[in-house]
């Protein structure tokens, strides 16, 4: 069974930073392309940072580059989201997801990826 499966999320304070994890199972990372995405309340879905599946070129939005870094440990078949200066606007679920093939920065864009997480809920506030 294809499964993603996040963990990581909490409560932290204004410029503090977290750890997110999304583990795979099913199918080998490395073969596809994987994204983070973001939904706060009252908004769509946003992609904030993802590896394609063609070159393994990463890509972030405007809204955490610099302060976000995706990576990725094949031998776990894991992906991690460390997000730093974390700010009250970063507060929502933020969701991984994957796609088997990609091109540029397609893989920011939720309507090309296919197996999704469950979400897991960051908080910052004071």
């Known amino acids: 069974q294809v499964q993603l499966v996040e963990s990581g999320g909490g409560l932290v304070q204004p410029g503090g930073s977290l750890r997110l994890s999304c583990a795979a199972s099913?199918?080998?990372?490395?073969?596809?392309?994987i994204g983070w995405f973001r939904q706060a309340p009252g908004q769509e879905r946003e992609g904030i940072a993802c590896?394609?599946?063609?070159?393994?070129?990463?890509y972030y939005a405007d809204s955490v580059l610099g302060r976000f870094t995706i990576s990725r440990d094949s031998a776990k078949n894991t992906v991690y989201l460390q997000m730093d200066s974390l700010e009250p606007e970063d507060t929502a679920v933020y969701y991984c997801?994957?796609?088997?093939?990609?091109?540029?920065?397609?893989?920011?864009?939720?309507?090309?990826?296919?197996?999704w997480g469950q979400g897991t809920l960051v908080t910052v506030s004071s």
């Open positions: 997801a994957a796609v088997s093939y990609t091109f540029g920065s397609t893989c920011l864009r939720e309507e090309y990826l296919d197996v």
């Open positions: 099913g199918f080998t990372l490395d073969d596809y392309a």
């Open positions: 590896i394609s599946s063609t070159d393994a070129t990463i």
